[in-house]
């Protein structure tokens, strides 16, 4: 049973480029999380996604990032024209229906360098 | 404003003593509390939770307690293992979101 998935692990980008990141949930998971970890901070919740829908996007920044978790495929975090405070860890958990709050399961993180 | 506090940064035990991480949060409508660990590169690992109908969950050498009237949980670690050095993060949230709010952290080394 494969765990939460995160691709690309590293990503390297220069200031105006768009990063996308990628993350599959666990098997039987309909809940998508995504979390940005700052430098010597703790995690900080970004966006709470089911399949095609937004559950609340409140930890987003209102502009340049966006989310999606469409019915086929892996849940996408977008962010445009990347400045270097996007440099960061972004993780990516999972849950099963009805649980979310018990638990969460994260993957391995994409590592952002914006240069 | 940090709903979710972990005043010590750091915590230095030796093998086999008791470990205790602490974690203080502000928000009453906190209803679920989880702990996890994280190695550097890595994901955090879901560790224990609870529930606040609870003030104690055990499993295996973890234990959380609960003090809902401190609004105060704190994990244990009997005994602490070399392998447990990481980080460690409490996390909270409330029935009617999914979202977790985290701590800042703390590192905990065990010596040999």
């Known amino acids: 049973n494969a765990g939460v998935m995160q691709n690309p692990r590293h990503l390297v980008r220069r200031r105006g480029q768009e990063a996308r990141l990628r993350c599959s949930p666990m098997k039987g998971h309909s809940h998508v999380y995504w979390y940005r970890q700052l430098p010597e901070e703790g995690l900080k919740f970004m966006v709470y996604?089911?399949?095609?829908?937004?559950?609340?996007e409140s930890g987003m920044p209102k502009e340049r990032f966006s989310a999606e978790f469409p019915k086929e495929g892996p849940s996408i975090l977008r962010i445009q024209q990347v400045v270097r405070g996007d440099s960061a860890a972004y993780f990516c958990a999972s849950s099963p229906p009805g649980r979310a709050q018990e638990t969460q399961y994260f993957g391995p993180g994409t590592r952002l360098l914006v240069l | 404003d940090q709903q979710v506090k972990q005043n010590s940064p750091s915590l230095s035990v030796q093998e086999g003593r008791i470990s205790i991480l602490n974690c203080d949060y502000t928000?009453?409508?906190?209803?679920?509390f989880l702990w996890y660990k994280k190695y550097p590169a890595e994901g955090p690992t879901f560790l224990i939770s609870?529930?606040?109908?609870?003030d104690k969950n055990e499993d295996g050498r973890f234990t959380v307690f609960l003090n809902k009237s401190a609004k105060h949980l704190s994990l244990h670690i009997v005994p602490s293992q070399p392998g447990d050095s990481a980080v460690y993060f409490c996390?909270?949230?409330?029935?009617?979101?999914?979202?977790?709010?985290f701590g800042q952290g703390t590192t905990l080394q065990v010596k040999p």
């Open positions: 928000n009453s409508m906190f209803d679920y």
């Open positions: 996604l089911q399949k095609e829908n937004i559950i609340d």
């Open positions: 609870i529930s606040s109908i609870k």
């Open positions: 996390a909270a949230s409330a029935s009617n979101t999914g979202k977790l709010i």
